[in-house]
């Protein structure tokens, strides 16, 4: 008898585990506790009562011993530190702009880049608002405007790139206000407050012909951009066998600068960068660097910080990291969209979002659905999400309203190279649970509200208490096996 064998072929992490870190189990009792400690706000809860922690993909990734390797050899000079250099030379390298200023994180380069391009009165287009970007606008005096395609406001839109700018709003833009008052525009790649969704090259260079012709810089926000480049390998014609970095050098080519979090495409725990084609902007960037970060040779970091970062990129690059590290996305958004919840679609570069709106339709926008979800998500499993809806949107700076968002988002970030896909298990099965007992998850009430990024320290209570069944305990009725925790590693079967 010959055995059949199967064409299928998994993909494994590109990387083996040489250190681990144990995690808390945690009862639900004592989960139920440090969620009302921490005012159903997720951001409040201590890590040390986390389970599986996919808060955020920013500074959560784990480092490889090349990158640790690294840290022993931090030059500490106060002034011109050989990390710095190594940095320089690596960010010119791949990314391809002459003129570097680290910066601490990506809100210090925003914050520098604000100050130096904005004057009161400007208009700042960009695809889709991020908090700190924009934030750091308006402390500028600038007032963002948003040009991304109607297509990225809607879950359900199965547009290839989301993240692209809509030429006709720009233009529109460009026409009501006159190019004089607008400085720059922001464009972000793999949109963080879409889903992950990243702007096509085709795109960008439409952008670029039309800011060039107005004499508009193109400043691009390059948190995610070797994420953005795999979806363009993936999805855009003609690129499907070039290389991450070519396409990244592409993508940056066609802008005139960038802000960086390093924190989350280069594999660091801290850390972010300016740069600049203009000598004139490095000049003025330097200037302020000095007032809010530190010296133009380190920018608040330690000469180690910037050794592990100019070790990231080249490791952060790699099309096989890429792969693994939205291939793990992708694991987790199929199972959690075969039991029909909804989420963001397509799936995204860093993070799975959940559709609050149509996972709790009985809540109002003002209940704060995401931020309910979220809550509900931690007690059910120790799970930590955050919300990307109504309480992160803010409220508008003239009128003092809430701004109500199309998106009301539930956001399972992955940290890279840190959890296993038995991790990614868990989770679903977490959030099949919260599903099937989302009439017991009830709306919230904002009892602290922070004047600004208010997302982060905001306190909520429930308007009346969550009922969530123990699905464990349910299953365990209907003789289920259980698998809630402490499952095997599976070999995962996707592409
Ligand atoms: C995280 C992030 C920032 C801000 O960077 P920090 O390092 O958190 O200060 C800016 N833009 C985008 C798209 C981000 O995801």
């Known amino acids: 008898m010959t055995r059949r064998r199967s064409n299928k072929r998994s993909w494994a992490e590109p990387f083996k585990i040489k250190v681990v870190e144990p995690i808390k189990m945690t009862t639900r009792k004592e989960r139920l506790r440090a969620i009302e400690t921490a005012c159903y706000n997720t951001f409040l809860l201590k890590s040390s009562d986390v389970y599986i922690d996919l808060l955020t993909?920013?500074?959560?990734?784990?480092?490889?011993?090349?990158?640790?390797?690294?840290?022993?050899?931090?030059?500490?000079?106060?002034?011109?530190?050989?990390?710095?250099?190594?940095?320089?030379?690596?960010?010119?390298?791949?990314?391809?702009?002459?003129?570097?200023?680290?910066?601490?994180?990506?809100?210090?380069?925003?914050?520098?880049?604000?100050?130096?391009?904005?004057?009161?009165?400007?208009?700042?287009?960009?695809?889709?608002?991020?908090?700190?970007?924009?934030?750091?606008?308006?402390?500028?005096?600038?007032?963002?405007?948003?040009?991304?395609?109607?297509?990225?406001?809607?879950?359900?839109?199965?547009?290839?790139?989301?993240?692209?700018?809509?030429?006709?709003?720009?233009?529109?833009?460009?026409?009501?206000?006159?190019?004089?008052?607008?400085?720059?525009?922001?464009?972000?790649?793999?949109v963080n407050m879409a889903g992950g969704q990243p702007f096509s090259l085709a795109n960008l260079k439409e952008v670029k012909e039309l800011c060039d012709r107005h004499g508009i810089l193109v400043i691009l926000d390059a948190t995610r951009a070797m994420e953005n480049a795999w979806f363009i390998k993936e999805r855009e014609p003609g690129y499907s066998d070039r290389s991450c970095a070519q396409i990244l050098k592409e993508i940056c080519d066609l802008t005139d600068g960038c802000t960086m979090s390093g924190k989350k495409d280069l594999l660091v725990n801290i850390g972010g960068f300016l740069a600049f084609r203009d000598q004139d902007h490095y000049r003025k960037a330097s200037e302020l660097v000095v007032v809010y970060?530190?010296?133009?040779?380190?920018?608040?970091?330690?000469?180690?910080?910037?050794?592990?970062?100019?070790?990231?990129?080249?490791?952060?690059?790699?099309?096989?990291?890429?792969?693994?590290?939205?291939?793990?996305?992708?694991?987790?958004?199929?199972?959690?969209?075969?039991?029909?919840?909804?989420?963001?679609?397509?799936?995204?570069?860093?993070?799975?979002?959940?559709?609050?709106?149509?996972?709790?339709?009985?809540?109002?926008?003002?209940?704060?659905?995401?931020?309910?979800?979220a809550a509900a998500l931690y007690i059910d499993s120790g799970v930590r999400a955050m919300e990307r809806g109504i309480v992160s949107a803010g409220r508008d700076p003239v009128t003092g309203e809430h701004r109500y968002p199309e998106l009301e988002l539930v956001r399972l970030t992955i940290p890279r190279r840190v959890y296993t896909q038995a991790h990614m298990d868990v989770t679903a099965e977490s959030v099949e649970s919260c599903f099937e007992n989302r009439q017991g998850i009830k709306g919230l009430r904002m009892t602290y509200e922070p004047e600004k990024l208010r997302f982060f320290q905001a306190h909520f209570e429930p308007k009346a208490p969550f009922i969530l069944e123990d699905m464990a305990e349910m299953s365990a009725k209907r003789n289920k096996p259980v698998t809630v925790s402490g499952a095997q590693p599976r070999s995962n079967t996707n592409k």
């Not at 003129?99 to 889709?128: C, F, W």
């Not at 793990?328 to 993070?351: F, T």
């Open 57 to 190: 993909d920013s500074g959560t990734s784990a480092m490889s011993d090349y990158q640790w390797a690294g840290l022993m050899q931090g030059d500490e000079a106060y002034a011109g530190s050989a990390n710095f250099y190594r940095l320089e030379s690596t960010i010119q390298q791949y990314y391809g702009y002459p003129y570097i200023v680290p910066t601490h994180q990506g809100r210090g380069a925003e914050h520098i880049l604000s100050q130096i391009l904005i004057k009161p009165g400007d208009i700042v287009p960009g695809n889709m608002y991020f908090t700190t970007t924009r934030l750091h606008q308006e402390l500028a005096g600038g007032v963002f405007e948003d040009i991304i395609i109607d297509e990225a406001h809607q879950p359900d839109s199965l547009h290839p790139f989301k993240g692209n700018i809509d030429l006709d709003k720009l233009s529109a833009l460009i026409k009501k206000h006159g190019a004089k008052r607008i400085p720059y525009i922001s464009v972000e790649a793999c």
């Open 293 to 373: 970060e530190g010296l133009h040779t380190y920018g608040g970091l330690a000469g180690r910080d910037m050794e592990a970062m100019a070790r990231g990129i080249e490791e952060a690059v790699l099309d096989d990291h890429l792969q693994a590290r939205i291939g793990q996305v992708s694991y987790l958004g199929e199972k959690i969209e075969q039991v029909g919840i909804p989420i963001v679609q397509p799936l995204g570069g860093h993070a799975v979002y959940l559709d609050a709106r149509k996972f709790l339709p009985h809540l109002t926008q003002d209940e704060f659905p995401a931020q309910a979800l």
